[in-house]
């Protein structure tokens, strides 16, 4: 029987797939949306793609994009340093929560507040999954993770980032502030593209968090990690936009 | 390129703002930079002058981001700086490292403070281990240790040459006496004294469509393999050798038949110029040598001064606990020459210093 092979994004660079992530993880979901929308608003030729250390790095050649992949948490001063120095660039910064709400919150924060003409995308799997599954920011209340093995406990690690909520509060009128995840491909897509318009229209700082899964980490099967994202995580972290000076009923 | 000073003139300015002039005078684009004394005034002369010729500056939330902020312009091809010292020099290692593993020619200039920790706000000679070998890697910079006002200028433009010539990072190695002090020294458009500047150019967001005429840029620091990362390491190494005899520099005055030759860098080597002077006049055969390159280090040169005077010994002079004097060691590994010490960290040295040392050796 022949196989049907999945459509892929024009702007994925295929040598190097398929790509290095775990089976079960959100980032090749999201990573799929970022091909599209870099598709649909036609800006491959533009764009420049940096990432993170941590699973984000695994990224670092994925698109057809010029692309550099930089240190832990420091994706955000890179991207403002392309970005500053050439604006006709569109630059997209690929991180995930330990990098963007822990050793880089200072960038994110003042790069918001900036209001800095970037997009940034903030992949969510409550742990750090590329160093073996500790204790992240977002790591819900009594989740179990290599540094909180009997649960995280808020009394003595507070409670989890609402990232996008507090930028949406530090950013001024023109920033776009969304969280989606990968359970809502469409959704998702589309809050991506108009993260990445923003950037193009040149209104500010352009922010996207999206709830990802981590079965490698969480030792989930299929129907646990699904559950695990659908029930406890997008119940905590309330996805869709939070900010958006785009206009309505954009489809 | 644009003239910015015209006709070569004379100026008597602190050496910050010499700074500011000199990146100007070189065609910088844009600085990225945090606030640490003693640097702060090439910041304020930068932000005062930078607008009038188009050029762009960033304060940034603190110095990684600097760094940061400064590797990212340079990937896209613009001329970009940052000034730091002291702590803020610690946390610029982190965003250098990735220099130096992807070869990006960013220019920085340390104005050095007194260390460790906050120190003094004043001056030392403490930030050169740190600005020569910090960072988890393996000291592929290029260090120039500047000792006057002219210097500072004549080499903050070398320095943007060197840095995108050779593409690795580059530094111009200052201290808070040069950072605030006023001092004559002449300013001049580097195309009027026949240098070229070495245009930049991008490395990503670069000519050619993606697919059709030029594969796409996948710039990384980071190897799934031991194997990758040596074969990396190994081949960045073999470049800075081979291109350190050219940008090796150094001063040598009375070694010939010195018995005692004395080393300092930086500001300290006019005080050793002039002890070395004063030194021969009371017929004391005194020699001076100064690295101005502290990365790559003139080894063969001092090597050839220790053998040709056949000096009995070394005096290694410096405003640090021995950050200079273990650099030297190094290079001139097998030298049986006698080293002496003069070490004053976080404080001036000046001729009567010197003097007082040789006399109490010789």
């Known amino acids: ?195 990445i318009r923003n950037q193009m229209e040149g209104n500010g700082f352009s922010f996207v968090e999206v709830l990802s899964t981590c079965p490698t980490n969480w030792r989930t099967n299929a129907n646990q990690t699904w559950n695990f994202l659908e029930e406890k995580m997008e119940q905590y972290f309330p996805v869709g936009e939070i900010k958006s000076p785009l206009g309505k009923g954009d489809k | 390129m644009e003239k910015i000073i015209g006709e070569p003139k004379k100026a008597f300015m602190t050496g910050n703002e010499t700074v500011a002039w000199a990146c100007l005078a070189a065609g910088a684009d844009i600085m990225f930079g945090y606030p640490i004394t003693p640097q702060n005034e090439v910041m304020h002369y930068w932000t005062r002058l930078a607008p009038k010729y188009n050029r762009n500056f960033l304060q940034t939330e603190d110095e990684l981001s600097a760094g940061f902020t400064t590797c990212g312009a340079v990937q896209a091809g613009k001329k970009a700086f940052t000034a730091t010292a002291g702590p803020g020099n610690v946390l610029m290692q982190e965003p250098f490292g990735m220099a130096e593993a992807m070869r990006l020619p960013v220019l920085s200039i340390i104005q050095q403070r007194g260390g460790p920790s906050s120190g003094t706000v004043v001056y030392s000679q403490q930030e050169v281990t740190l600005t020569t070998y910090g960072g988890n890697g393996e000291g592929h910079r290029i260090v120039y240790s500047t000792a006057t006002h002219q210097e500072v200028y004549d080499y903050v433009i070398k320095g943007f040459n060197t840095a995108w010539k050779y593409r690795f990072p580059t530094f111009v190695l200052g201290d808070g006496y040069q950072a605030k002090m006023r001092e004559p020294l002449e300013m001049y458009d580097p195309q009027d004294k026949g240098i070229e500047i070495i245009q930049p150019y991008p490395l990503i967001g670069i000519p050619g469509k993606i697919g059709e005429d030029r594969e796409p840029q996948h710039l990384c620091n980071i190897y799934s393999l031991e194997e990758e990362l040596y074969e990396v390491v190994m081949r960045v190494s073999a470049e800075y050798e081979s291109i350190s005899p050219e940008i090796v520099e150094f001063q040598a005055r009375n070694c010939e038949d010195a018995d005692i030759i004395i080393i300092s860098h930086g500001v300290v080597s006019r005080a050793a110029d002039d002890a070395v002077k004063i030194l021969r006049a009371q017929g004391i055969k005194a020699g001076y040598f100064r690295p101005i390159t502290l990365r790559p280090f003139p080894q063969q040169q001092l090597r ?5 005077s056949g000096a009995k010994y070394l005096l290694i002079a410096e405003s640090a606990y021995g950050q200079l004097e273990r650099l030297i060691k190094q290079e001139i590994y097998g030298e049986t020459v006698e080293i002496e010490t003069l070490f004053m960290p976080g404080v001036g040295i000046i001729d009567f210093d010197i003097i007082k040392k040789v006399k109490s050796i010789i």
């Open chain 1, 1 to 195: 029987m022949e196989m049907l092979a999945p459509a892929t994004p024009k702007s994925w660079y295929l040598p190097t797939k398929p790509h290095k992530f775990c089976p079960g993880c959100g980032h090749g979901i999201t990573l799929k949306a970022l091909g599209e929308a870099i598709d649909e608003l036609g800006i491959q030729q533009e764009t420049i793609f940096g990432c993170d250390i941590g699973c984000s790095l695994l990224a670092w050649n994925f698109f057809a994009c010029d692309s550099t992949q930089t240190h832990h948490g420091r994706t955000t001063p890179v991207m403002v340093g392309i970005k500053r120095a050439r604006p006709e660039l569109i630059t997209i910064g690929y991180m995930g929560d330990g990098g963007g709400y822990s050793i880089g919150s200072q960038h994110l924060l003042n790069s918001a507040v900036r209001n800095e003409k970037v997009t940034l995308i903030l992949v969510n799997n409550t742990n750090y999954g590329m160093t073996g599954g500790q204790m992240a920011p977002t790591t819900l209340p009594g989740q179990i993770t290599e540094t909180s093995p009997y649960g995280r406990d808020p009394e003595t690690t507070g409670y989890p980032t609402r990232g996008p909520e507090f930028i949406a509060e530090l950013t001024p009128e023109g920033a776009y502030v969304a969280r989606a995840t990968v359970s809502k491909y469409k959704q998702l897509k589309r809050l991506i593209r108009n993260a």
């Open chain 2, 304 to 308: 050839e001064v220790i053998t040709q």
